[in-house]
């Protein structure tokens, strides 16, 4: 079965400091993977993701993610945070080309300005 | 992209009554999905609704409880039956556009069960 391991479950920075929210799946054939964020009171808005090619993706407002096949990971980056980016983020797998996400428990990024 | 709408976007409801949920969207898409997100947890896949047909269900869910219709391509129905307290989520409706593959959500619809 497929799951999603997100390693940070509430992350408070500063402003202007670096990123990186790490996420783990478990699943053996080819996946699509994903990175989500909810902004307070907002519904869930794609930030970035990955379905072949290069493993280094980019989103959108500066994020991006490094798919590193052997180690099953996707982590989520952002090399200086804004007050505004203050969320939450989800990490979420979709194995086969089901169409079916598994997500990952979230985790609260608090940007203090 | 496709834009969905959800109604209720949020409602209060008495314990054992039936709410329903309504998802549109404004292109056609493949796939439709039903999700559940607890408070303060992340989100649950509760089916795939299938167009013209009985949707599937993942473990833990069951038809009794969340009967799912989707009788065209651009539209579906999710009921939450006889509630208690433990429904109290946001319910989401997830689409796949024929497009591009790619995956999105509406903006949900809160409940709470007293």
């Known amino acids: 079965a497929q799951s999603v391991s997100q390693h940070n479950h509430h992350v408070i920075l500063s402003e202007a400091a670096s990123l990186e929210l790490g996420c783990n799946y478990s699943y053996g054939g080819t996946v699509n993977l994903f990175w989500y964020v909810q902004y307070p009171g907002q519904h869930l808005q794609l930030l970035l993701k990955y379905f072949s090619g290069d493993p280094l993706v980019k989103g959108i407002k500066g994020f991006e993610a490094e798919f590193i096949k052997s180690k099953f990971s996707f982590n989520l980056r952002k090399p200086s945070v804004q007050w505004s980016d203050t969320a939450e983020y989800f990490c979420a797998v979709n194995g086969g080309n089901t169409g079916k996400l598994i997500f990952g428990q979230g985790t609260t990024l608090q940007v203090k300005p | 992209s496709a834009v969905i709408s959800q109604k209720p976007s949020r409602d209060i409801c008495q314990r054992g009554t039936s709410l329903t949920i309504q998802c549109q969207v404004d292109?056609?898409?493949?796939?439709m999905f039903w999700y559940r997100q607890q408070p303060g947890q992340s989100l649950t896949l509760i089916a795939t609704a299938n167009q013209g047909s009985e949707a599937t269900y993942e473990s833990g869910f069951v038809i009794d409880k969340f009967p799912i219709s989707r009788p065209n391509l651009t539209f579906s129905t999710l009921t939450v039956s006889n509630m208690s307290p433990e429904d109290s989520s946001i319910y989401l409706c997830s689409v796949m556009t024929v497009l591009s593959g790619e995956l999105f959500f509406g903006e949900g619809s809160r409940l709470t069960v007293l």
């Open positions: 292109s056609q898409v493949t796939m």
